[in-house]
């Protein structure tokens, strides 16, 4: 019913900067609260950042400052810019929201993920 892509990740120098994008396509009346999630290997997935639909943010302490997320309501779109990256940022990315359809049902969904390596 519905579909969240993500895009974005890749290798990256310690102290680079990349980009994530989550787009969400499907059935969808509106998108409550979206988030960026991370696991890396050996632990558990953590929040890194999320956002309502206001604009609203929150971030996990290890990101503040250095990561900005986003939201393009009317594209459903939602973005991480990552700066200043270091090595323990080394994870798969994955993208969440909570989205209410077009029957009326709300449900939480998640993409597939994006690897992020910071490595020299």
């Known amino acids: 019913q519905v579909q969240l892509v993500e895009s974005g990740g890749g290798l990256v120098q310690p102290g680079g900067s990349l980009r994530l994008s989550c787009a969400a396509s499907?059935?969808?009346?509106?998108?409550?609260?979206m988030g960026w999630y991370r696991q890396a290997p050996g632990k558990q997935r953590e929040l890194v950042a999320a956002?309502?639909?206001?604009?609203?943010?929150n971030y996990a302490d290890s990101v503040k400052g250095r990561f900005t997320i986003s939201r393009d309501n009317a594209k459903n779109t939602m973005y991480l810019r990552m700066n200043s990256l270091k090595p323990e940022d080394t994870a798969v990315y994955y993208c969440?929201?909570?989205?209410?359809?077009?029957?009326?049902?709300?449900?939480?969904?998640w993409g597939q993920g994006t690897q992020v390596t910071v490595s020299s």
């Open positions: 499907g059935s969808i009346f509106s998108i409550k609260a």
């Open positions: 956002i309502t639909s206001g604009g609203i943010t």
């Open positions: 969440n929201a909570d989205v209410a359809l077009t029957t009326g049902w709300g449900f939480d969904y």
